[in-house]
């Protein structure tokens, strides 16, 4: 089979790879959609040509191994692959947290082959039913970045009762505008793109923000009667943005992160301490979590398809991946026929 690599440079290459066999309790999927990930652009610059890329699966049960039976993965049924290895038996594991194995995990795209191939393949324990409503381009975006942001509110408990500022709308911030939403919320959403900043309208979001054009604290107090927002969210890795993300933040407010990577600094007495301030930090999601962002998109008829601006096939990697890079589209995908 062709599978995808990065060689760095923001240079790619398709190259051949063995069929997967599955081992004892390990499933082959066809793959059928792959997404294109904001985490998927470190390694695009720096190189990792030994594992094929993409850790957004999404397919149906092609091959069974030993060990994995019927009712567990039937031939041919559509899945979401929750994109890590770990051992299967420690507590996080049995939770679904495979990406918490005590003894280590492993994720696909990076430290295990990944979905931007024809085939992946992946324990059996990873894959969660794709619900017949949604698209397997769906299902990929659910499979992370999606996910991400819905596991996110889940932990600052986002309703109809809260102001949420995202800073950054890329993939998983856009996600998050148009999940929180659904769930109810008022959403400012935070970003220099004017691109990104229209999308986000577009979703959802009541107010969309530039903070390149004054401060972006300020302008989200004046919208709360001086206040702050009730949660903030961070989607960036930017140093900056996550400072931000506790300043806008009121007394007694909630901010948690999930961009990726850098540091940040933070004026911990105002912003921390004397607000009394819940932070918090979340780490893509579980199986369990991941099951449930599907039901949720489909009981609430949220056109997920609408965070896709583009979508390719695997021959046009080169391409997708320079127009990736250029931070300017919403959501990219690969699609398998």
């Keep these: 089979m062709r599978g995808l690599v ?7 290459e398709l190259r051949e790879f063995p069929d997967p066999k ?8 066809k793959m059928r959609a792959s997404g294109m990930c904001g985490s998927d652009l470190r390694p695009y610059a720096v190189g990792q040509s030994r594992f094929v890329t993409g850790h957004e699966p999404c397919g149906v049960v092609a091959e069974r191994g030993a060990g994995v039976t019927e009712a567990q993965a ?5 899945v979401m692959v929750h994109h890590y290895w770990g051992c299967g038996m420690c507590k996080h594991c049995r939770v679904g947290y495979t990406q918490m194995c005590v003894h280590g995990a492993r994720v696909m795209g990076f430290s295990a082959d990944g979905g931007n191939a024809e085939y992946v393949l992946a324990p059996a324990g990873s894959l969660v039913p794709l619900p017949e409503e949604l698209s397997f381009a769906e299902g990929a975006a659910i499979s992370c970045g999606t996910g ?10 986002v309703s109809g009762r809260d102001t949420l500022a995202i800073f950054g709308q890329g993939p998983v911030g856009l996600a998050g505008t148009q999940l929180a939403t659904a769930m109810g919320a008022r959403v400012f959403a935070i970003d220099p793109l004017p691109e990104r900043r229209a ?3 577009q979703l959802g979001a009541e107010v969309a923000l530039d903070p390149t054009a ?9 919208l709360t009667h001086g206040e702050g927002a009730d949660a903030t969210l961070d989607c ?4 900056e943005a996550r400072a931000n993300c506790t300043k806008a933040a009121r007394p007694w407010g909630r901010a948690c992160f999930v961009g990726e990577q850098g540091t940040a600094t933070f004026d911990m007495t105002p912003d921390v301490i004397h607000k009394q301030l819940t932070m918090y930090g979340s780490w893509t999601f579980s199986t369990v979590l991941l099951a449930e962002c599907a039901q949720f998109a489909v009981d609430r008829r949220i056109p997920l398809r609408d965070v896709f601006t583009e979508s390719f096939a695997l021959d046009d990697a080169d391409a997708a991946f320079r127009k990736f890079s250029g931070r300017t589209m919403g959501k990219g995908v690969f699609v398998f026929e």
């Design 148 to 157: 991400t942001a819905y596991s996110a509110l889940k932990r600052l408990a």
């Design 199 to 201: 999308l986000a309208s």
């Design 74 to 78: 039937p031939i041919g049924a559509r």
């Design 22 to 29: 599955p081992g004892p309790g390990e499933v082959v999927v």
């Design 214 to 222: 004054g401060s972006v604290v300020e302008a989200i107090r004046e």
């Design 6 to 12: 990065f060689l760095g440079e923001q240079q790619v």
């Design 236 to 239: 960036t890795g930017n140093a």
